[in-house]
């Protein structure tokens, strides 16, 4: 038998099916690409046609009928067009693998009919000792290839697990020289005997002077050293460091700090901070300019809706300056600054991203920085316990402590819930204090490890008001107007009051009285005893939304239009 | 002020207004079920009712793995084997071989879904010898050692009619072009290289990638992921024009079966009886897989070609320490084949703040409670395990680069036209093209 | 070299090969195990969705499974309702299924029975999920063996981010939430 016999005719119809079925295949291979292409742009499960009309149906309180409707239709349509396209894929699927097969039996067919003839020692092939030659070449240069792809991925593929770890024994083996080349620590007699944060020093609402007045007018200007116009407006409370008064505003214009005289009241500088990025959309009861400035005595900090960071001197010129990142946050940055005297702490828990960063005040260098889950809009508390100094910060679930030095997490406790803005409390010994509408309060006992829950409240609580703790009693203002003392060991109610308007400023505890201005800008100065009893309320004649600093006889109170001083 | 969202707590009681109405009967129900199942009720949030009408649990359907195939799958395995040896090394008949492989291909392929194959098999082997508790079932150790035995007594019929990825690119092998022989035994080192790679990371626990980059098991099975397709279709086009890509350029099986061939006892040959030096058969073959007689006058002398052995033989150490060198470099690289190290990796980016978010991976990681340090120690570990691996597969490499360089510097003495025993998969393309007949 | 000598010279070489490649089997198997098939562990599985879309069959073979014997038979059941329904009945508005996989029915008063239609289901979890967060956790996700091909290496067991993906012998190829449950195959 001839195995190299010649059927043209034949092997011509196996070549005409071959192309038929190889055009067959080409064609369902194109459609199944392209299908599959468009269904990862379109999910029809996730279409958001229907996404949007089950938003639309949840935000309605009566369900209507025509929504519903049309979220069945568009269900339907999803559900069929995922089904259909898994059928119509199966089908494809088969075509092709039955196109191939007749295209390859045809081909084979077809070379079977007309057979290649043999053909002997092509002249163009290479001779053995050239082809050699030509190996030897190849295979070197494949080697080089080799070892300079090895060396480019060596150094390509860069490790964040090395880098973190570096850090790590960084922070435990060295902390002495890092500490040496930032800026000198403060004395915290020094910090004390200023307002340098939100709610005094710490950020814990007690005051060290005992001094201030109980009694003023702002109709008359009887006890008030000076009034003065504030260029403009900000949610954010004033700091004082000696003789002078920070404050800071912004809006869609601009971002500003401003200082004034503490004796007199005169605006000694106000200082742009020019923001490097677009300014976000913020809610209107938030503004731009929330958060409250923080200073390290050699320096004040502000920080804006934008991200943006600046340090500047007592003087008002800059020092540093850097934006962390837009914030994705509904409201806007809530969160207000707050210094040991040698770190910035920055609470940035936000949408996407959340982390408490720690910058050298001198130089704005990031200290540390530590990875959070949950967001936030309060403000950290620095407390000094037994153990050391500890960072304490809110967010929608959990109080968590970090070591302010390197930003190691000490203990966290699941606690809290709903949008939290309320900072926490601390009786100066051991307990620490967290409140949050729609949570509780609760009194954690420190032990060195993770804190045990003494007690929880849930009646009444606070919403933006932060709460403040003496050794013995618990304080709450809430957005409704209502006063609560509570027994810090216990969680037993001392009191409850009612007043007419909410509370947005914090209470502050003065020696053995508490200050605490509502919205309406009157302000309440109470005992801060078992019993309620009211010492004075003063009216300040326009809406306080700021918590007011307390210096030595002084009282720094920032209205929406003027900055009050109260006292001789 | 504030937008408030009322988190759902409570929001899912049992049946609402009814509840109450039924108050009394559920509380007795609520008994009967504390006093019966109070240990297995207490972490469940609602009591499993007690039903008045009558009504009885359904039945789960759960379906038994059919296993009814495998004992088929080794009786069929050695009798293709053995069908495949008979009819390469006695029946000398390219049609009928051909017809075997599509069976294979149907069989092993279509029928069986490709799966276990023996090409896979390799790393469970692997896995077996690394980690003593990982169990290797018997069927898998018959098809890792049937092949390569068959292939130490009679070439590699394996590749040749029983491999369904050898017999799928079998089929679609219609206008191959020849692949210049320099080229060739360049690219025959890639094999090797995957090999190597597939045994680290067997060896190291970051899976089975000769499994994940499979080309022809979602043909087989009809469905894979789209890159999964993609690479197998370019294969099957590429291997109309270049015969076997898979099988030469990267099958790692394959390069156990090329060393046992070339021990083989008994090997295809292409003439019956004495080669007549036609060189009709050099032209047939599309692997580059027959040998041509020893050239009759060499264009060097003899010395020369003695010295530059010579010196490749003293290079091979060298390349082979090359190879160590280089390869511990691939620390990180080779390590972020492992799933533990890419999520370690991912957690401290995230610390560092290098991504917006987590992932999948790390959510899950975050949810599981475990700390961080932990994690880092086992990735660290991990890494040292892949730097001490990576040297060994760098010197793997070099020592493969250094003997091919010195197998094609030795002269061999052959009368006439001889299959290659390593590379040749005993197709049968040559049989019919040799004008010398029993 | 005599042809005799090259001739036991190879068949030594081959030989030794012979032994090495039983030595690898040997040691390979020293552990021999029963056939092993891929199952979800649901203890560790954090419904995150990718037995969807890894499984190399579409759809998956992963489906949902529904333990009866410890479900609450609950009228408003968060594996099956989206958690911002705004009525109980069977309309698409209120289903969590993207697939409309559950069949809810009477049973009496006040109890439904919620049965998954397994040629609908996907494997997706969204239900497990709305089961684990507010209910007894009857639902949970399990490879079906009649479909499942049993790959060599499973494709969603390496993309599985819980590590719940897990070799279990064929004789017991499920890790049932419950063993009261009677079962058919």
């Known amino acids: 038998m001839n195995e190299f016999k010649q059927r043209p005719v034949l092997g011509l119809i196996a070549q005409s099916v071959a192309l038929v079925a190889a055009l067959l295949v080409l064609v369902v291979s194109v459609l199944l690409i392209a299908d599959h292409v468009r269904l990862l742009q379109m999910d029809p499960l996730n279409d958001p046609t229907l996404l949007e009309l089950r938003d639309q149906l949840a935000n309605t309180t009566d369900g209507s009928e025509a929504v519903v409707e049309q979220i069945r239709t568009y269900d339907f349509y999803a559900r069929r067009a995922f089904f259909g396209n898994q059928e119509q894929r199966r089908a494809g699927g088969a075509l092709l693998l039955v196109g191939a097969l007749v295209c390859f039996a045809a081909l084979k067919l077809s070379k079977h009919w007309k057979p290649r003839l043999p053909t002997v020692g092509k002249p163009d092939t290479p001779s053995h000792w050239e082809m050699n030659n030509l190996f030897r070449q190849l295979m070197a240069g494949t080697a080089v290839f080799l070892v300079a792809l090895s060396l480019f991925l060596a150094f390509a593929v860069q490790s964040d697990l090395a880098m973190v770890l570096e850090q790590s024994v960084e922070q435990a083996e060295m902390p002495a020289p890092h500490v040496a080349q930032a800026s000198l620590p403060v004395p915290a007699e020094e910090l004390k005997s200023n307002w340098p944060a939100l709610r005094g020093p710490g950020g814990l609402g007690v005051a060290h002077f005992t001094s201030a007045p109980v009694s003023w007018d702002v109709e008359s200007g009887d006890g008030v050293l000076w009034k003065s116009e504030i260029p403009v407006f900000g949610f954010n409370s004033p700091i004082v460091w000696g003789n002078r008064v920070f404050m800071s505003g912004a809006d869609e214009e601009g971002q500003e700090v401003f200082c004034f005289d503490a004796d007199t009241g005169e605006e000694l500088w106000l200082k742009t901070i020019v923001s490097t990025v677009e300014l976000p959309e913020v809610s209107e009861d938030t503004g731009h300019a929330a958060p409250t400035m923080a200073t390290d005595g050699t320096r004040v900090f502000a920080i804006f809706a934008s991200g943006e960071l600046a340090a500047l001197d007592l003087d008002g010129n800059l020092v540093w300056q850097k934006n962390l990142g837009v914030p994705e946050n509904p409201y806007g940055m809530g969160s207000s600054l707050l210094s040991d005297g040698q770190r910035l702490f920055v609470q940035y828990d936000h949408e996407e991203l959340q982390k408490v960063m720690a910058f050298d005040c001198a130089t704005g260098k990031p200290a540390w920085q530590t990875a959070r889950h949950h967001i936030s809009w309060s403000t950290p508390a620095l407390i000094e316990t037994e153990a050391g100094p500890q960072l304490i910060l809110n967010d929608e679930e959990n109080v968590t402590a970090y070591d302010p030095a390197t930003g190691k997490q000490l203990w966290t406790v699941t606690c809290l819930g709903g949008e939290v803005a309320p900072s926490p409390a601390f009786n100066g010994k051991d307990i620490v204090f967290v409140a949050n509408e729609y949570a509780q309060a609760s009194a954690l006992k420190l032990n060195g490890g993770t804190p045990e829950i003494l007690w929880q409240y849930d009646e009444y609580l606070p919403e933006i008001s932060s709460p403040v703790a003496g050794s013995n009693l618990f304080f709450i203002s809430t957005s409704a107007g209502d006063m609560i003392c509570l027994d810090a060991a216990t969680g037993d109610v001392k009191w409850e009051q009612e007043f007419d308007d909410g509370f947005s400023s914090s209470p502050v505890l003065v020696g053995d009285r508490i200050y605490s201005i509502d919205l309406g800008g009157i302000v309440y100065i109470m005992e801060a005893t078992d019993e309620y009893k009211e010492i004075a309320r003063i009216e300040m004649g326009e809406a306080v939304y700021a918590t007011p600093a307390f210096m030595d006889n002084r009282i720094y109170i920032r209205g929406e239009e003027y900055l009050y001083c109260i006292g001789k | 002020m504030k937008r408030y969202v009322v988190p759902p707590l409570g929001g899912f009681s049992r049946a609402g207004s009814l509840w109450t109405s039924r108050l009394k009967a559920v509380l007795h129900t609520l008994a009967y079920v504390f006093l019966f199942c109070g240990v297995a009720n207490a972490e469940f949030r609602f009591p499993m009712p007690e039903f008045a009408s009558g009504y009885e649990h359904p039945a789960v359907h759960t379906p038994i793995p059919s296993n009814a195939m495998v004992g088929w799958d080794v009786a069929v395995l050695i009798a293709a084997l053995a069908l495949a040896s008979f009819l390469v090394l006695k029946r000398r008949k390219r049609r009928e071989i051909f017809l075997l492989t599509m069976f294979s291909m149907i069989y092993f392929g279509f029928v069986r879904n490709g799966c276990v194959c023996s090409v896979g098999s390799v790393q469970n082997v692997m896995a077996g010898i690394c980690d003593p508790a990982y169990g290797v079932p018997l069927t898998v150790l018959i098809f890792f050692a049937a092949p390569l035995i068959f292939a130490l007594l009679f070439g590699r019929v394996f590749c040749a009619a029983v491999c369904p990825l050898g017999a799928i690119q079998e089929a679609v092998a219609i206008k191959p072009v020849k692949v210049p022989p320099a080229v060739e035994k360049v690219l025959s080192v890639f094999p090797y290289i995957y090999l190597g790679l597939a045994m680290l990371s067997v060896a190291m626990g970051s899976g089975f990638l000769i499994c994940q980059y499979d080309p022809f098991v979602g043909v087989f099975r009809m469905g894979a992921s789209f890159s999964m397709l993609i690479f197998g279709g370019i294969m099957l086009v590429l291997g109309i024009f270049v015969a076997r890509p898979y099988c030469r350029f990267l099958c790692p099986y394959g390069v156990l079966l090329n060393w046992c061939s070339k021990l083989s006892r008994r090997h295809a040959v292409i003439t019956p009886t004495d080669c007549i030096q036609c060189g009709l058969c050099a032209d047939s073959c599309p692997y580059n897989a027959i040998n041509e007689p020893t050239p009759a006058e060499a264009p060097e002398a003899r010395s020369k070609g003695a010295w530059r052995l010579g010196v490749l033989i003293l290079l091979l150490p060298v390349l082979t320490a090359l190879g160590f060198g280089v390869g511990g470099l691939l620390k990180e690289p080779l390590s972020r084949l492992h799933p533990t190290v890419q999520l370690a990796e991912r957690i401290a980016g995230e610390e560092l703040g290098r991504y917006e978010g987590t992932n999948i991976e790390s959510e899950a990681f975050r949810a599981s409670d475990t700390p961080n340090e932990e994690l880092y120690a086992e990735a660290v570990e991990l890494k040292a395990g892949y730097g001490r691996g990576g040297r060994w597969l760098g010197a793997f490499i070099g020592l493969v680069i250094g003997c091919k360089l010195i197998s094609v510097s030795i002269l061999r003495k052959r009368e006439g036209y001889e299959p290659d025993r390593g590379t040749c998969y005993s197709c049968g393309r040559c049989f019919k093209y040799c004008p010398v007949k029993e | ?185």
């Open chain 3, 1 to 185: 070299m005599k042809p005799e000598e090259n001739r036991g010279r190879r068949n030594f070489v081959r030989g030794a090969a012979a032994v090495l490649i039983g030595g690898t089997v040997l040691s390979a198997g020293r552990n021999r195990s029963p056939k092993l098939v891929w199952q979800i562990d649901p203890e560790k599985c954090t419904q995150c969705g990718r037995c969807a879309t890894h499984c190399v069959l579409a759809p998956s073979a992963v489906k949902c499974f529904h333990s009866y014997s410890i479900c609450g038979y609950c009228d408003l059941c968060g594996g099956y309702l989206r958690p911002d329904a705004k009525g109980r009945n069977t309309g698409a508005e209120n289903q969590l299924c993207p697939v409309g996989a559950i069949k809810r029915t009477y049973i009496e008063d006040p109890y439904y029975q919620y049965k998954i239609d397994e040629d609908l289901c996907i494997g997706c979890g969204i239900c497990v999920k709305g089961c684990d967060v507010f209910g007894n956790g009857s639902l949970y996700l399990q490879v079906k063996h009649d479909l499942c091909v049993n790959c060599n290496e499973c494709a969603i067991a390496h993309a599985c981010p819980s590590d719940a993906f897990k070799r279990v012998p064929a004789s017991e190829p499920y890790l049932l939430k419950s063993d009261l449950e009677r079962r058919i195959s």
